[in-house]
C-alpha cells in the first residue's frame, strides 16, 4: 500500500537552460512515482530548461537570481575575498525571496543540481532547516575549479548535505580527494530513457533541411557551445577526413552557454578559415536531439577538459551509433576502447581524423560497435534502476531526518 502523504521536494539548479545535469534530472521528473512525490523545480530565470519544464507539465517557479551570479565562471568565481563580499552581497536577497517560498510551500527536502545551488542551496536549507541532498555532475579538481571554491564547496559538502548522490566513479573518487567521506556518498549513474530515443520519427526532416544527399556521411557533435567540448579540436580534424570522404557532412549540435558568443564566433571564423563552410554546420540548440542522433552516421565527442558523465555519449550508443570521444574524465567508464566504442587523446585532432577513416572503412566493425553500444546502455544505464535509486534515497534522507511521516520505501 503506498501512504497517501506525498514528499515535497524542491530542486534548485542555477541554470536555466539545458545541459547534461539538466537534461538528467529532467529525465528522473518524467519517470517519478507522482503518487508518492511532489516536486518543484526552482530557476534563476526563464530558458530552455523552464521551457521543457512547463511543456512536460512539470511544477516550475522562478526565482530571480541577479545575472552576474548566473554568469559568474567556475576557474573565476570566489578567487578573492572582495569577490566573495559581492557574491553575498547579491546574493542575500535572492535567498530572501527563495527562503520565504521554501517556507510557505512547506517543503520537507532540497535536491540542488549544480555547484552554485548546491552552494545558495545549502545556506537555505540551513536557514529553513529542510534536509538537503546534493545531486553532483561534476568533477572538483582545479581543472574546473579555483582553489578557494574548491575548499569552499568541500566545506559545504561537509556540513551541509545529508546525502551527496555522485552520477560517475570519478565524480566520488574526487570528492573523497577532497576530503568528504566516502559513506556520506550514494553512487547513482546517470541514465536515459532508451525506449523514447528509440520511437521512430521522420528524420528525413534533417537532410532536407541542410540538403543533405542519401550517400553523403553525417558526423555529429553534441554538445553546449563552450571551449570545454572541444569543438575546435573537431574542426581542426575536418580537412583531413574530407581529403579521403569528401562528401562527410559534419554538424555541430548545441545552443550557446552563458557568456559564450565569442566562442561560437571563433568556431565560425574557423570554418570560413578553413574553407568548409559546406562540409561544417553549427545547428544551433535543437530539441529534437533524438531525430538528429538517428540520422547522424557518426557521433564525436572530443572534449578538452574531464567531463563526469556526458549523456550525449549515452543517447548516441542507445541508438546503436558508434562514438569516438576523448579518453578523459568520466568517458573511460562508459566506453571500453574498441569494444563499444573509440577512445582518442584530448586535443588530437589527428587521432580523431584516423578514427573517422577507419570507421568509414570498416562497415562491419561500425556495426559490431554499435551494437555492443546499444548492449551496455539497455545493461548498465537503465532508466528505471536510476529512478528507483533516486526515489529511495530522497525518501529515506526524509524520514531520517524526521520531516516525512511514513515507513521505509519499498
Known sequence: MIPKEKLKIAILDHSPDLGGAESAILTLLKNI????????????????????????????????????????????????????????????????????????????????????????????????????????????????????????ITLFGKLFPKRIFAVSEITRDHLVKNGIQSKKINMIFNAIDHERFETKGDFRNIRDEYQIGDGVKLVGCIGRIIPQKGQKVLLSAVPGVLERHPETLFLIIGGIFLKEEAYRRELLEIIEKSGIEKRAKLTGFRSDIGNIIRSLDLVVLPSIAPEAFPLSILEAMSLGKAVIASNIGGVKEIIEDGVNGLLVEPNRPEQITQKIIYLFNHQEIYDTIGQRAREVVIQKYSLRNYVKLMEKACWEVAIRERKFESRSYS
Open 33 to 152: 512515482d507522482r503518487s508518492r512525490f511532489d516536486v518543484t523545480v526552482i530557476l534563476p530565470s526563464q530558458g530552455t530548461f523552464s521551457k521543457t519544464l512547463e511543456e512536460s507539465n512539470i511544477s516550475t517557479s522562478i526565482i530571480h537570481l541577479p545575472m552576474g551570479l548566473i554568469r559568474l565562471k567556475r576557474g573565476r568565481a570566489l578567487q578573492s575575498f572582495l569577490v566573495l563580499f559581492v557574491f553575498l552581497f547579491l546574493l542575500q536577497f535572492f535567498l530572501l525571496n527563495l527562503c520565504i517560498y521554501l517556507k510557505k510551500n512547506h517543503f520537507q527536502l532540497i535536491l540542488t543540481n549544480s555547484v552554485k545551488a548546491h552552494l545558495f542551496g545549502s545556506v537555505a536549507a540551513c536557514l529553513c532547516s529542510i534536509p538537503l541532498v546534493w545531486r553532483f555532475h561534476d568533477i572538483l579538481s582545479s581543472n574546473d575549479f579555483s582553489p578557494i571554491l574548491i575548499k569552499f
